[in-house]
């Protein structure tokens, strides 16, 4: 379901994205795998993730070798 704010950014935009491109979390910094407080900005690798757990939570990309992954937080956009 897109929240009020996923619609304006939208609309703002001219963007029509599905709605697992486009994740509006109240709390990102948390990790979903294992609720600690460790994400980090790798901005090398221009990716989030939790030095607890090693999960990647938010990156550039979708794609990794050909291969889609789930990104609990969506994209980084650069």
């Known amino acids: 379901m897109k929240t009020d704010a996923t619609k304006h950014f939208q609309e703002i935009h001219g963007l029509t ?14 990790c979903p795998e294992c609720q600690t407080r460790t994400i980090i900005l790798d901005n090398e690798k221009c990716e989030e993730y939790c030095t607890h757990c090693g999960m990647v939570t938010r990156a550039a990309s979708r794609y990794v ?14």
Do not use: T
């Not at 994205?17 to 948390?30: C, G, R």
């Open 65 to 78: 070798a050909g291969e889609k992954i789930e990104l609990p937080y969506g994209l980084i956009i650069i």
């Open 17 to 30: 994205l599905d709605d697992s491109d486009i994740i509006i979390n109240d709390d990102p910094e948390i």
